[in-house]
């Protein structure tokens, strides 16, 4: 146990960095996507289309990457997706027409699957009491988000988009060598042995699987969607520039990279049901709020840190919920696939967005539709999870 505990702080600190440098790199694309769309002649269904196709693979991939965590261990996968995911990050950079950053944009998505490597991870170091607080704190390396939303914009206009591309491979790789040199798995963690297709038909057929996949889908892709659709839609609502758009987003990834270990660790105390139910109710409300499109600052402005805060709370949530439900042994696999779901509830919202500002010149009908889902997503946690209660 002294052995367990001398490690954790050390590893769930170098995880969490990790998953806030892979964040960044997913994020390249949305925070210039006011940019590509001069540059290019997009239509806002286009501009959509290319801040999301990212987000496909880095939730699809999460099922694989999930399953190799499981048997590979933490610390090498994490340093590999972080060495392969220099490969799209150049390439990204390099692209000078909609076709290739089409192409690549779906191959940046790489980064986004090491949230399945950090979470069997970290879980591995820590008592089951603490979960709550080890998975909360390592999903605040999200926050990679928001250091991509002010930071990427203004690194353009100073080094160029090859330049800052470069520079983000440079980190990635400088991150994977810290991960092989200076993490390690927790001595109670065990590498999987079963064929992986067998593992994942197992986590499938787990009933909490499936429940806990609607739920981050709310809660996760929400924050996904916001994070890589805001600087568009407060570029085309409230006209903002580039880099005050992106200052603004940044803002409300923190918002929710704040509430996020905040949600797991009062999960730890009043249960994670409770928890998810003010998460999501908050949600219904803010998301109505801004169906009225509110000026900003005020109260627009307060309306989507709020809304962070509670999508952010619910992310730290589910993963309790998670540790709670499933036993460790399964905690990568069913990861893997709740963390695709997650993933895939944040790539639809910004084409659906897109769209619907195409047709209409508003975005009000994503955000009525976005409080229908979360108030869907509400009556079933009240509904489906009475008998977990605080345990």
Known sequence: MSELRKGQV?????????????????????????????ALHLSPTQTSLLVAIPVLVGSLGRIPVGMLADKLGGRRMFAVICFVSIVPV??????????????????????????AIGIPFVNAWYEPARRGFATGVFGAGMGGT???????????????????????????ALTGVIMLGGSRDSPKWTPATAPALPRMREAIK???TWQCSFLYAVAFGGFVAFSTYLPTLLQNVYHFAQTGAGLRTAGFSIAAVAARPLGGTLSDRLGP????VIS??????????????????WPAGISFVLIAFFLGLGTGAVFALVAKLVEPARVGTVTGLVGAAGGLGGYFPPLVMGAVYSALGAYT????LLALTAAAALIYTLRAFRSVGDR
């Open 10 to 38: 050390r590893n769930l600190g170098l995880a969490t960095a990790a998953f806030a440098v892979t964040f960044w790199a997913w994020n390249l694309i949305g925070p210039l996507s006011g940019s590509y769309s001069r």
């Open 146 to 172: 928001a250091l991509s939303a002010f930071f990427t914009p203004r690194l353009v206009e100073e080094f160029g988009r090859f330049g800052t591309h470069l520079l983000m491979a440079a980190v990635l």
């Open 280 to 297: 999501l109710a908050g949600t219904v409300l803010m998301a109505i709020v801004l169906a009225f499109k509110p000026p900003a600052e």
């Open 206 to 208: 787990v009933k909490a």
């Open 90 to 115: 150049l390439f990204v950079g390099l692209s000078g027409s909609y076709g290739w950053l089409l192409f690549w944009g779906f191959l940046l998505g790489i980064p986004g699957t090491s949230f």
């Open 365 to 368: 009908v994503g955000y009525l």
């Open 273 to 276: 049901v409770k928890v998810l």
